[in-house]
């Protein structure tokens, strides 16, 4: 079975300042692991993505996500947050094993709020 | 290239009938999901499609069923609407089937859904 935690209903972050967001995973086999993002009544907009390779990841409107194997974790970072950063974000892992046929499972969602 | 488009985008309806919502992949796209979102359940995988062909699918009652065409294009079907379906549906498109290499999915608008 595949699970993902969001620890964390709400970040908040004043403007300028490095954001994080965690997520924790768990799997059977190797992840596949992503970040989206959602803005109010729209659908989930792609961030990133670690398949393999290179632990640091980056993707769009400069976040980049870590990849901790021993920690199981990805966690979602910006080193400067902008007040349209403001979202709902979500991790989501998908197991390797079995040819990844399980779908994308989904952490509950970070409000992230970016203080002026 | 277009995104994954999604119609009808709102839909109302009462208990006990049902609906069919339809989902058109990113052009050169073969692979598409569907999944529900809700305020208490969060995101929940229903079903994959490849080639035509259901890959898997989420725990669900029977009630809700899909099916692929040549030419990618999705539908879904849920049957007896209760109360509980009222919904964000979001499909997502991916090039190959959506384990495999962790092929990125990418998400459509989604389809708001309202049972009364």
């Known amino acids: 079975a595949q699970s993902v935690a969001q620890p964390e209903d709400q970040v908040n972050v004043a403007e300028g300042n490095p954001l994080t967001v965690k997520c924790t995973y768990s799997v059977s086999g190797n992840p596949y692991l992503f970040w989206y993002v959602q803005y109010p009544n729209r659908g989930l907009q792609f961030l990133l993505k670690?398949?393999?390779?290179?632990?640091l990841v980056k993707g769009s409107y400069g976040f980049e996500a870590e990849f901790n194997k021993s920690q199981t974790s990805f966690h979602l970072k910006k080193p400067s947050a902008l007040v349209s950063d403001s979202a709902l974000y979500f991790c989501a892992v998908r197991d390797s094993r079995g040819g990844g046929a399980d779908g994308l499972t989904f952490g509950k969602g970070t409000h992230l709020i970016i203080q002026p | 290239k277009a995104g994954v488009t999604q119609t009808p985008r709102y839909l109302i309806k009462t208990r006990g009938q049902q609906v069919t919502l339809s989902c058109s992949p990113i052009?050169?796209?073969?692979?598409v999901s569907w999944y529900q979102q809700t305020p208490g359940q969060g995101l929940q995988f229903l079903f994959e499609?490849?080639?035509?062909?259901?890959?898997n699918k989420g725990n669900f009652p029977g009630r809700f069923s899909g099916r692929q065409f040549s030419n990618s294009r999705s539908e879904m079907n849920v049957s007896t609407l209760e109360l509980g379906d009222s919904a964000l549906y979001l499909c997502?498109?991916?090039?190959?089937?959506?384990?495999?290499?962790?092929?990125?999915?990418?998400f459509g608008p989604g389809t708001r859904l309202t049972v009364l």
């Open positions: 670690y398949i393999t390779g290179d632990n």
């Open positions: 499609y490849f080639s035509e062909t259901q890959r």
């Open positions: 052009s050169g796209h073969r692979s």
């Open positions: 997502a498109s991916s090039l190959i089937a959506g384990g495999l290499r962790g092929d990125t999915q990418y």
